[in-house]
């Protein structure tokens, strides 16, 4: 494969020391990391189909993830002291039609970047998922045994298992985060918005339960445990676990639509549909240890974000 990579554009920003790299950088979560970043610090980040923003310090690179030997080059080049890998394949229905893909986003890139980010003393920033299955139906802590379920979860779980076995610096986060995207109409939150907003009813899961934390609070956990520089994996999540139905209807309630919109289902009504973990709700007891504080409430967590909804609306007008 072709290198995608343009050296000539890296030299145009050759004598600028890099403290952060964010691959995946016009990502839903991506995005907020550099937004973020870029306010005190000197960000580089990469994107492939979304066209990058205008904000802050940040050089953007056009890169195709699955291409890694452009992914070595521009690590080489930039010499980053944080690289924060927020790439994979999330789509469930397409990780399972195309599993070589899900395996070179999810598996090989990250035991790349262990490989490198080890070889040059960088810290790596792994952002994975709660999306495995365990024998037990509790919040689960970080040494539990669990396991993937479909191609998403087993690509996911080797990307972990290739970098604790490469790095033992590296940090691992374990998470499922959510927020309100003017720019990304893809997430969760705004899939529910979106239809509310249009009065459509919506079916919630009952049967499904996890451990939601907003992209704001899982943002500054990251910058915590960064300065920190903690190794190995840790929960980032709400202390809550709550059903998906449960969910939607926090966020019908704080965003100010009307809760008859929201009907219980249970997710085998849903024919064809790739089996998928029932129960990914995490144990954040790790996670408030070395922060020395409790996580702020969930409910607080979706007032905040129909806060920045509210507020949005009102700018437009």
Same mark, same amino acid.
């Given at each position: ?63 195709? %993830?699955?291409? =890694? ?7 080489? !080049? $930039? +010499?980053?002291?944080?690289?924060? /890998?927020? @790439? ?81 610096? %590296?940090?691992? =986060? ?7 995207? !003017? $720019? +990304?109409?893809?997430?969760?939150? /705004?899939? @529910? ?93 790790? !996670? ?30």
């Amino acid at each position: 494969m072709s290198s995608v990579f343009d050296k000539n554009e890296f030299l145009r920003f050759s004598s600028t020391e890099t403290d952060f790299l964010v691959l995946g950088g016009t990502g839903l979560l991506g995005s907020e990391f550099v937004n973020e970043l870029s306010k005190t610090h000197s960000v580089a980040a990469t994107f492939h189909e979304v066209q990058p923003f205008k904000v802050g310090r940040v050089n953007w690179h056009k890169l195709n %993830a699955i291409d =890694l030997v452009s992914i070595n080059e521009l690590i080489y !080049l $930039l +010499r980053p002291k944080v690289v924060i /890998n927020c @790439i994979a394949l999330t789509d469930i229905d397409k990780c399972e039609l195309y599993p070589k893909l899900a395996a070179d986003l999810n598996h090989l890139l990250p035991q790349t970047l262990a490989k490198i980010c080890s070889e040059l003393g960088i810290y790596l920033i792994h952002i994975s998922t709660d999306h495995y299955d365990s024998s037990l139906r509790i919040p689960r802590k970080e040494q539990d045994v669990v396991f993937g379920i479909n191609q998403y979860g087993i690509t996911k779980m080797q990307g972990e298992n290739s970098i604790l076995d490469l790095n033992v610096s %590296a940090l691992i =986060l374990r998470t499922n985060f959510f927020s309100y995207s !003017l $720019l +990304r109409s893809n997430s969760f939150l /705004n899939w @529910i918005v979106n239809n509310l907003e249009k009065d459509q009813i919506i079916k919630g899961f009952t049967d499904i339960e996890f451990s939601p934390i907003s992209i704001a609070e899982l943002i500054s956990c990251t910058f915590a445990l960064q300065e920190m520089r903690i190794s190995g994996i840790v929960n980032v999540s709400s202390n809550k676990s709550i059903s998906k139905y449960d969910f939607i209807s926090l966020v019908a309630k704080a965003f100010n639509f009307e809760a008859n919109l929201i009907e219980p289902s249970v997710s085998d009504e849903v024919k064809g549909r790739v089996r998928r973990p029932t129960y990914m709700s995490l144990d954040n007891e790790r !996670l408030s240890s070395i922060m020395h504080r409790k996580m702020i409430s969930l409910d607080s967590m979706i007032d905040q974000v129909s806060d920045g909804y509210f507020n949005s609306r009102s700018n437009k007008k």
